[in-house]
């Protein structure tokens, strides 16, 4: 079991920016790939960004490219979403998520299906 705590939430004005964390406390968190997912009230949760259990690859929603970043250090067992220029649009619940194994495709990373462990989740509110 892979217990996941999303910190770093806030409410926010647009245009600011917040950094969010996942830890992993597990000794095998860091052979985990991670994803972000975010759920706004009455919506589907959406894929943000993945990160491969290497740190060689990043994968990232249309909306998250030119804004957003995901990292991840080992060390510390945590991942990160650095999240600039935040709109009200990006309010919602931002989650992250771990899915075991060395295979971690485009599609893996955006399929919710694809991983195994959730975090509860952190709020995000961008007000204008």
């Known amino acids: 079991q892979v217990q996941l705590i999303e910190s770093g939430g806030g409410s926010v004005q647009t245009g600011d920016s917040l950094s969010l964390s996942c830890t992993g406390p597990e000794r095998t968190f860091n052979s985990y790939n991670i994803g972000w997912f975010r759920q706004a009230p009455g919506k589907e949760r959406e894929f943000v960004a993945g990160?491969?259990?290497?740190?060689?690859?990043?994968q990232y929603a249309d909306f998250a490219k030119a804004r957003f970043t995901v990292s991840k250090d080992n060390v510390k067992k945590t991942a990160y979403l650095q999240m600039n220029s935040l709109k009200p649009e990006d309010t919602a619940v931002y989650y992250c998520?771990?899915?075991?194994?060395?295979?971690?495709?485009?599609?893996?990373?955006?399929?919710?299906?694809?991983?195994?462990?959730w975090g509860q989740g952190t709020q995000v509110t961008v007000s204008s």
């Open positions: 990160i491969t259990w290497t740190k060689s690859e990043q």
């Open positions: 998520a771990a899915k075991s194994g060395q295979l971690f495709t485009t599609a893996q990373a955006m399929g919710r299906t694809s991983y195994q462990y």
